[in-house]
C-alpha cells in the first residue's frame, strides 16, 4: 500500500508533464499565426476588411441554406460559423501567399525559395548553376521526375539549363526531365503560378523512386553559392504555420 501511494503522485505528475507537452505545439502554432497575421496586416490593410466580408458572407449563406432546409438553430448558427471561419482562412492565405510573391519576385533565388516551401514533397537544390549576374537554374525533384528552374536574362539562363539538363541525363536514366523559365515573357511562368505548374505535370515516378533518383543526383554535386532573396520575407517557421492552416480547410 504504501508503494502504491509513493508512485501515485508521480503518475499524476506525469500525466500533467504529457498534456503539457501536448499544449505546447499547439500554442506554438497560434503564436505563428499571429505572427504571420502582423505581418501581413502592415502591409496589407485590406486584409481585416476582406477576411471579415468572407467570413460574414459564407456565414449568411449556411445559415438562409439551413434555415430553408428546417435546420435547427442550435445546428444552424454553429455551422454557419464554421463555414464563415473557413473562407476567412482561405482568404487569409491567399492573400499572404500574393503579398509574398509580390516581395520576392525578381530576386534572385526566389523561385527556389518558394518551391521548398511548397507541399508536395518536393526535394530542391538551389543554384545548381550560377553566373556572375545572379541567373540561376535549381533543381527540383518531385513525382513528375526531375524538374530545372531557371530564373533571369533568358538568354543566359537557357544555355545554364541546357548544361544541367546534360548533366542531370547522365544519372537520371529514363527519368523524365522538365525545364522551366520563371518570367512573364512568352513561353515563362509567373513565380505566382509555379505552384499551380508544378502541380500540374504528371506524376511519373513513386515516393520510393523520388527518394532513389535523390542518391543518384548526389553524384552531381549541390548547390554553387546559392543567392537567396533578402529582404522581409516570412521565416519557414512562419510559412510552415500558415502551411498547417490552410491545410485544414
Known amino acids: ?5 509513493a508512485t501515485t503522485p508521480r503518475g499524476k505528475a506525469g500525466n500533467k508533464g504529457k498534456a503539457a ?25 485590406a486584409l481585416p476588411l476582406w477576411m471579415a466580408l468572407a467570413f ?3 456565414a449568411a449563406v449556411i445559415f ?3 434555415v430553408l432546409a428546417k435546420i435547427a438553430l442550435f445546428v444552424a448558427i454553429p455551422l454557419a460559423v464554421i463555414f464563415g471561419v473557413l473562407a476567412a482562412v482561405l482568404i487569409f492565405g491567399r492573400r499572404v501567399q500574393k503579398l509574398q510573391y509580390g516581395m520576392v519576385e525578381g530576386q ?22 550560377v553566373t556572375s549576374q545572379l541567373d540561376v537554374v535549381h533543381r527540383v525533384l518531385g513525382r513528375p521526375g526531375v524538374v530545372l528552374v531557371g530564373e533571369g ?16 541525363a547522365r ?19 509567373p513565380i505566382r503560378k509555379m505552384n499551380r505548374y508544378l502541380i500540374k505535370l504528371p506524376r511519373n515516378l513513386t515516393q520510393a523512386q523520388v527518394t532513389t ?10 548547390t554553387k553559392a546559392a543567392p537567396l532573396p533578402k529582404g522581409p520575407m516570412p521565416t519557414r517557421a512562419r510559412q510552415s504555420g500558415m502551411e498547417r492552416t490552410l491545410r485544414r480547410r
Open 1 to 5: 500500500m504504501a508503494k502504491d501511494r
Open 108 to 129: 534572385p533565388g526566389a523561385a527556389g525559395a518558394i518551391i521548398e516551401n511548397m507541399r508536395g514533397g518536393w526535394r530542391v537544390t538551389q543554384a545548381v548553376q
Open 213 to 222: 533518383l535523390e542518391k543518384r543526383m548526389t553524384a552531381l554535386g549541390g
Open 56 to 58: 460574414v458572407g459564407a
Open 171 to 189: 544519372v537520371a536514366g529514363d527519368t523524365p526531365i522538365y525545364d522551366v523559365l520563371i518570367g512573364d515573357g512568352e513561353g515563362q511562368v
Open 153 to 168: 536574362q533568358p538568354n543566359r539562363v537557357r544555355p545554364l539549363i541546357a548544361q544541367e539538363k546534360k548533366r542531370v
Open 64 to 66: 438562409l441554406v439551413a
Open 21 to 45: 507537452k501536448a499544449k505546447a505545439p499547439r500554442f506554438a502554432q497560434m503564436k505563428q499565426m499571429v505572427q504571420v497575421f502582423k505581418f501581413a496586416r502592415e502591409r496589407d490593410r
